[in-house]
């Protein structure tokens, strides 16, 4: 592993080789025309245990298979053998710290718009510690881009060409001086930001958009949806009008990049006190402690890497 942000190895189509022989071509179809389905996980160190605990893998691994289903990507390694190539690559990296994980499938080599095959994927690790605003919380305002619709480009799967409508909002965000945004439905309520889901505390209780409402059905949020009656209220999934952002208690933004990040403030409206409010770091706690295997009753969603290694 490496802190450059560049790892030493990657697995390409199932081999392990050296990053930067890790290449496809310039008129694949993946790079063409976005033909590229991908699933982000994350790596937690438990120093007490010397352990590497994968979060969550089936469910990535799951969301994987029905991304490269709608996309109609033929040929692609089943979860058994991408897990198998994944835990082969971090022990290669050698990977003892908090690490990033990144599987994808795309169509490979030459093809046209409409192309299935060949299939190629690709799979990296590379250390990542926790983002500072986990800590320090961020401001977001209301984009003026749309999210995309589900009969047009859906949410639902993590495609990169659904990343484009993300990309158009964050950076709007950052030439108005925010650091992120929310993004809103075509009938007005709230989506989801550039790359996470938002939750907001209105009269003591979580509120995040449903499933339908144009978001990525985020494994992040349904572990906080299944954990946070452990710790505070239990989470309501409905829509959220614009004008509720400006009511809420406490927010924040998730995701398995940026895990659990507090939300100050909505186009410039303070939420709360305009601090990271108490109910959301008591469940950046209880997460993370999850998350390491602290917690006995949510070790099965844990993959150990240097001792187990379990099939699924």
Known sequence: ??????????????????????????????????????????????RDEQELFV?????????????????????????????RQMLELIRACEA???????????IDDWGAMAARTPVGSSIICRARGRVAAFTDGVHFCVSSWRRNEDDASP???????????????????KRLGFDASVILNRDGTVSEGPGGCIFIMRDG???TPPVTAGILESVTRQTLIEISGDVGPKVIARNIDRTELYLAEEAFY?????????????????????????????????????????????????TPVWEKGETL
């Open 205 to 207: 209780e979580w509120i």
């Open 1 to 46: 592993m490496t802190q450059s942000g560049r790892p030493l190895f990657a697995t390409m189509n199932g081999e392990i080789v050296p990053f930067d022989q890790a290449k496809i071509s310039i008129m694949a179809p993946g790079l063409t025309f976005a033909v590229l389905v991908f699933e982000g996980l994350r790596g937690y160190w438990n």
């Open 155 to 173: 949410s639902r799967i993590k495609a990169s060409a659904n990343y484009l409508n993300s990309r158009l909002a964050g950076l709007e965000a």
């Open 55 to 83: 979060f969550r893998v089936p469910e990535h691994l799951d969301r994987l298979a029905f991304s490269n289903k709608v996309i109609e990507i033929e040929g692609v390694p089943d979860k058994v053998e991408f897990k």
């Open 254 to 302: 998730c995701g398995t990049g940026q895990e659990i990040v507090p939300i100050l403030s909505f186009d410039r409206k303070m939420v709360g006190s305009g601090h990271p409010g108490p109910q959301t770091r008591r469940l950046q706690d209880h997460y993370d402690a999850v998350v390491r295997g602290r917690i006995e009753r949510y070790r099965s969603w844990l």
């Open 96 to 106: 003892r710290e908090d690490c990033y994980i990144r599987i994808q499938s795309y």
